[in-house]
Protein backbone atom coordinates (compact mmCIF):
# COMPACT_ATOMS: atom_id res chain seq x y z
CA UNK A 1 0.00 0.00 0.00
CA UNK A 2 1.32 4.00 -0.96
CA UNK A 3 2.72 5.74 1.98
CA UNK A 4 0.51 9.10 2.46
CA UNK A 5 1.83 12.60 3.80
CA UNK A 6 -0.17 14.79 4.67
CA UNK A 7 -0.44 18.58 6.89
CA UNK A 8 -0.58 17.55 10.64
CA UNK A 9 -2.99 20.31 11.03
CA UNK A 10 -4.96 23.44 9.31
CA UNK A 11 -6.87 26.14 10.62
CA UNK A 12 -9.61 27.63 8.48
CA UNK A 13 -12.65 30.59 9.20
CA UNK A 14 -15.99 29.39 8.71
CA UNK A 15 -16.96 30.11 5.36
CA UNK A 16 -13.86 29.86 3.41
CA UNK A 17 -12.54 27.09 1.28
CA UNK A 18 -10.48 24.55 2.46
CA UNK A 19 -7.92 22.59 0.39
CA UNK A 20 -6.10 19.75 2.09
CA UNK A 21 -3.39 18.13 -0.30
CA UNK A 22 -1.64 14.78 0.30
CA UNK A 23 1.43 13.03 -1.47
CA UNK A 24 1.58 9.81 -2.63
CA UNK A 25 4.55 9.23 -4.46
CA UNK A 26 4.58 5.63 -5.07
CA UNK A 27 0.77 5.18 -6.31
CA UNK A 28 0.33 1.76 -8.07
CA UNK A 29 -1.73 1.59 -10.81
CA UNK A 30 -4.64 -0.16 -9.54
CA UNK A 31 -4.64 2.35 -6.37
CA UNK A 32 -7.38 4.66 -5.80
CA UNK A 33 -7.56 7.61 -3.16
CA UNK A 34 -9.92 7.43 -1.09
CA UNK A 35 -10.67 9.96 2.10
CA UNK A 36 -12.16 9.87 5.06
CA UNK A 37 -13.42 12.06 7.75
CA UNK A 38 -13.39 11.34 11.81
CA UNK A 39 -15.03 13.30 14.46
CA UNK A 40 -13.47 13.16 17.85
CA UNK A 41 -14.45 9.67 19.77
CA UNK A 42 -16.39 8.57 16.66
CA UNK A 43 -15.68 6.15 13.73
CA UNK A 44 -14.68 7.66 10.32
CA UNK A 45 -17.20 8.13 7.96
CA UNK A 46 -16.50 8.00 4.22
CA UNK A 47 -16.26 11.38 2.29
CA UNK A 48 -15.12 10.44 -1.44
CA UNK A 49 -13.04 8.56 -3.66
CA UNK A 50 -11.26 9.01 -7.32
CA UNK A 51 -8.48 7.54 -9.27
CA UNK A 52 -7.89 10.40 -11.64
CA UNK A 53 -8.99 13.90 -12.90
CA UNK A 54 -11.85 15.45 -10.34
CA UNK A 55 -14.83 14.09 -8.61
CA UNK A 56 -16.94 16.26 -6.86
CA UNK A 57 -20.12 15.17 -4.39
CA UNK A 58 -22.35 16.67 -2.28
CA UNK A 59 -19.79 17.23 0.22
CA UNK A 60 -16.38 17.74 -1.34
CA UNK A 61 -14.38 17.79 -4.70
CA UNK A 62 -11.18 15.99 -5.10
CA UNK A 63 -8.36 16.76 -7.64
CA UNK A 64 -6.06 14.69 -9.18
CA UNK A 65 -3.04 15.24 -11.34
CA UNK A 66 -2.01 13.47 -14.31
CA UNK A 67 0.80 12.11 -12.45
CA UNK A 68 -1.22 11.00 -9.59
CA UNK A 69 1.22 11.38 -7.21
CA UNK A 70 -0.57 13.77 -5.04
CA UNK A 71 -4.68 14.41 -4.90
CA UNK A 72 -6.35 17.63 -2.66
CA UNK A 73 -9.37 17.22 -1.06
CA UNK A 74 -11.71 20.42 -1.30
CA UNK A 75 -14.44 21.37 1.02
CA UNK A 76 -16.35 24.22 -0.09
CA UNK A 77 -17.86 26.64 2.32
CA UNK A 78 -16.61 25.29 5.50
CA UNK A 79 -18.57 25.63 8.85
CA UNK A 80 -17.85 24.65 12.46
CA UNK A 81 -19.44 21.10 12.26
CA UNK A 82 -15.94 20.48 9.73
CA UNK A 83 -13.90 20.48 12.59
CA UNK A 84 -12.31 17.22 12.29
CA UNK A 85 -9.51 14.96 11.28
CA UNK A 86 -9.28 13.99 7.71
CA UNK A 87 -7.59 11.05 6.21
CA UNK A 88 -6.13 10.52 2.72
CA UNK A 89 -6.09 6.52 1.74
CA UNK A 90 -4.64 4.89 -1.14
CA UNK A 91 -4.80 1.45 -2.23
CA UNK A 92 -6.80 -0.97 -4.50
CA UNK A 93 -10.26 -1.44 -3.80
CA UNK A 94 -9.49 -4.75 -2.77
CA UNK A 95 -11.15 -7.81 -4.44
CA UNK A 96 -14.99 -8.13 -3.68
CA UNK A 97 -14.71 -11.33 -2.30
CA UNK A 98 -12.51 -12.06 -0.17
CA UNK A 99 -10.91 -10.47 3.27
CA UNK A 100 -8.92 -7.98 1.11
CA UNK A 101 -9.26 -3.82 0.64
CA UNK A 102 -8.46 -3.52 4.53
CA UNK A 103 -7.66 0.25 5.48
CA UNK A 104 -4.12 1.25 6.70
CA UNK A 105 -4.54 4.96 7.78
CA UNK A 106 -1.76 7.50 7.89
CA UNK A 107 -1.49 10.64 10.73
CA UNK A 108 -4.44 12.28 8.83
CA UNK A 109 -5.00 15.83 9.07
CA UNK A 110 -6.26 17.75 11.71
CA UNK A 111 -8.50 20.62 10.60
CA UNK A 112 -10.08 23.34 12.77
CA UNK A 113 -12.65 25.93 11.64
CA UNK A 114 -12.77 28.83 13.62
CA UNK A 115 -15.93 31.33 13.78
CA UNK B 1 -25.67 4.74 4.27
CA UNK B 2 -25.21 0.92 5.77
CA UNK B 3 -25.37 1.04 9.81
CA UNK B 4 -22.68 -0.51 11.90
CA UNK B 5 -23.89 -1.02 15.64
CA UNK B 6 -20.73 -1.19 18.01
CA UNK B 7 -21.61 -1.87 21.62
CA UNK B 8 -20.62 -1.24 24.35
CA UNK B 9 -19.69 2.88 23.63
CA UNK B 10 -18.27 3.42 26.78
CA UNK B 11 -16.59 0.18 29.18
CA UNK B 12 -14.59 0.86 32.56
CA UNK B 13 -13.01 -2.29 33.85
CA UNK B 14 -10.37 -3.39 36.84
CA UNK B 15 -6.96 -4.53 35.48
CA UNK B 16 -7.31 -8.35 34.89
CA UNK B 17 -10.94 -8.56 33.68
CA UNK B 18 -11.89 -9.64 30.69
CA UNK B 19 -13.99 -6.91 28.31
CA UNK B 20 -16.40 -8.03 25.30
CA UNK B 21 -17.21 -5.58 22.56
CA UNK B 22 -19.41 -6.66 19.64
CA UNK B 23 -20.00 -5.09 16.61
CA UNK B 24 -23.24 -5.72 14.16
CA UNK B 25 -24.03 -4.73 10.65
CA UNK B 26 -27.78 -3.74 11.15
CA UNK B 27 -28.56 -3.68 7.72
CA UNK B 28 -26.49 -6.14 5.52
CA UNK B 29 -24.44 -9.24 5.96
CA UNK B 30 -20.56 -8.71 6.54
CA UNK B 31 -18.39 -11.95 5.77
CA UNK B 32 -15.37 -9.63 6.81
CA UNK B 33 -15.09 -6.89 9.56
CA UNK B 34 -12.27 -4.90 10.70
CA UNK B 35 -11.17 -3.60 13.88
CA UNK B 36 -8.61 -1.04 14.63
CA UNK B 37 -7.39 0.77 17.77
CA UNK B 38 -6.54 4.01 18.31
CA UNK B 39 -4.94 5.97 21.14
CA UNK B 40 -5.48 9.50 21.83
CA UNK B 41 -3.94 11.83 19.19
CA UNK B 42 -2.88 9.04 16.71
CA UNK B 43 -4.36 7.31 13.38
CA UNK B 44 -6.05 3.95 13.48
CA UNK B 45 -4.17 1.15 13.28
CA UNK B 46 -5.58 -1.65 11.79
CA UNK B 47 -5.73 -4.49 14.42
CA UNK B 48 -7.18 -7.57 12.51
CA UNK B 49 -9.13 -8.95 9.99
CA UNK B 50 -12.71 -10.92 11.20
CA UNK B 51 -14.06 -13.26 9.07
CA UNK B 52 -16.98 -14.66 9.50
CA UNK B 53 -16.73 -18.66 10.12
CA UNK B 54 -13.32 -18.61 10.40
CA UNK B 55 -10.17 -17.58 12.31
CA UNK B 56 -9.49 -14.10 12.29
CA UNK B 57 -6.51 -12.54 10.99
CA UNK B 58 -4.25 -10.91 12.86
CA UNK B 59 -1.90 -8.07 12.12
CA UNK B 60 1.90 -7.91 12.65
CA UNK B 61 2.68 -7.60 16.61
CA UNK B 62 -0.99 -8.24 17.81
CA UNK B 63 -1.05 -10.79 20.19
CA UNK B 64 -4.30 -13.14 19.01
CA UNK B 65 -4.34 -14.56 22.76
CA UNK B 66 -5.24 -11.11 24.12
CA UNK B 67 -7.51 -9.83 21.63
CA UNK B 68 -9.79 -12.72 20.78
CA UNK B 69 -11.82 -12.11 17.84
CA UNK B 70 -15.12 -14.28 17.29
CA UNK B 71 -17.44 -14.18 13.82
CA UNK B 72 -20.13 -16.53 14.46
CA UNK B 73 -22.80 -14.87 11.83
CA UNK B 74 -23.06 -12.67 9.05
CA UNK B 75 -23.97 -9.55 11.04
CA UNK B 76 -22.12 -10.16 13.87
CA UNK B 77 -18.09 -10.08 15.33
CA UNK B 78 -16.63 -9.56 18.49
CA UNK B 79 -13.67 -8.25 19.98
CA UNK B 80 -12.33 -10.08 23.94
CA UNK B 81 -9.92 -8.29 25.39
CA UNK B 82 -8.48 -10.51 27.67
CA UNK B 83 -6.79 -10.01 31.16
CA UNK B 84 -7.25 -6.52 30.25
CA UNK B 85 -4.45 -3.93 31.64
CA UNK B 86 -4.15 0.12 31.80
CA UNK B 87 -2.07 -0.51 28.77
CA UNK B 88 -5.32 -1.94 26.95
CA UNK B 89 -6.52 1.97 27.41
CA UNK B 90 -7.37 3.13 24.13
CA UNK B 91 -10.40 3.55 21.63
CA UNK B 92 -11.20 0.13 19.60
CA UNK B 93 -13.00 0.88 16.34
CA UNK B 94 -15.06 -1.80 13.92
CA UNK B 95 -15.53 -1.49 10.25
CA UNK B 96 -17.36 -3.78 7.60
CA UNK B 97 -17.82 -3.59 3.95
CA UNK B 98 -21.69 -4.23 2.52
CA UNK B 99 -20.21 -6.88 -0.52
CA UNK B 100 -24.04 -7.36 -1.14
CA UNK B 101 -24.43 -3.29 -2.29
CA UNK B 102 -24.91 -2.55 -6.35
CA UNK B 103 -23.47 -0.02 -7.57
CA UNK B 104 -21.10 2.80 -6.34
CA UNK B 105 -21.05 1.62 -2.64
CA UNK B 106 -19.89 -1.73 -4.02
CA UNK B 107 -17.37 -0.75 -6.75
CA UNK B 108 -15.55 1.91 -4.24
CA UNK B 109 -15.23 -0.48 -1.10
CA UNK B 110 -16.70 2.07 1.57
CA UNK B 111 -16.46 0.76 4.56
CA UNK B 112 -18.74 1.70 7.32
CA UNK B 113 -17.42 2.49 10.79
CA UNK B 114 -19.27 1.82 14.22
CA UNK B 115 -18.88 4.76 16.56
CA UNK B 116 -15.95 3.19 18.82
CA UNK B 117 -15.86 1.36 22.31
CA UNK B 118 -13.52 4.35 24.60
CA UNK B 119 -12.43 1.21 26.82
CA UNK B 120 -10.76 2.63 30.13
CA UNK B 121 -8.68 -0.11 32.58
CA UNK B 122 -8.03 1.08 35.74
Known amino acids: LAKTTQPISMDSYEGQEVNITCSHN???????ITWYQQFPSQGPRFIIQ???TKVTNEVASLFIPADRKSSTLSLPRVSLSDTAVYYC????????????????FGQGTELSVKP | GAVVSQHPSRVICKSGTSVKIECRSL??????MFWYRQFPKQSLMLMAT?????????EQGVEKDKFLINHASLTLSTLTVTSAHPEDSSFYIC??????????????????FGAGTRLSVL
Open chain 2, 95 to 112: SARDLGATGERRTKNIQY
Open chain 1, 26 to 32: NIATNDY
Open chain 1, 50 to 52: GYK
Open chain 1, 89 to 104: LVGDRGRIYNQGGKLI
Open chain 2, 27 to 32: DFQATT
Open chain 2, 50 to 58: SNEGSKATY
